[in-house]
């Protein structure tokens, strides 16, 4: 199963209301989906970076299940997909490039 990162940030063109009730109330309606994405697992985890207006989400899943939580916030949140590598496929896949180009240089050189 594939492991993504989110980079996630408030949209300040999205149509954010100015009435405090009506902000909780948009707030609530999203922690509450949120809150569900968690509980199934399609999110592993989610945070605040510091200044409140964006942060990051790892999940899990296939793309489409990613482009479901994504699209689920639009337009008030825009988002930033990277798919994660995991440390030992990436050191295998790096060992298998790099010997490959090893071998092409000394086949370069005979």
């Not at 063109?13 to 199934?40: C, H, V, Y």
């Not at 207006?53 to 008030?76: H, N």
Request: glycine residues 6%; negative net charge.
């Amino acid at each position: 199963m594939a492991k993504y990162l989110t980079i996630w940030r408030a949209n300040p063109s999205a149509p954010w209301p100015i009435d405090p009730a009506a902000a909780t109330q948009l707030n609530e309606m999203m922690f509450a989906r949120i809150d569900e994405w968690l509980k199934s697992g399609i999110i592993l985890e989610l945070g605040y970076f510091p200044n409140g207006l964006s942060g990051y989400v790892i999940s899990s899943g296939e793309a489409k299940d990613l482009f479901m939580t994504d699209f689920a916030q639009y337009p008030w949140i825009e988002t930033e997909v990277h798919e994660i590598i995991d440390y030992e496929t990436g050191k295998e896949i790096s060992r298998q490039v790099l010997k490959a180009r090893a071998e092409q240089m000394a086949a370069m050189k005979r």
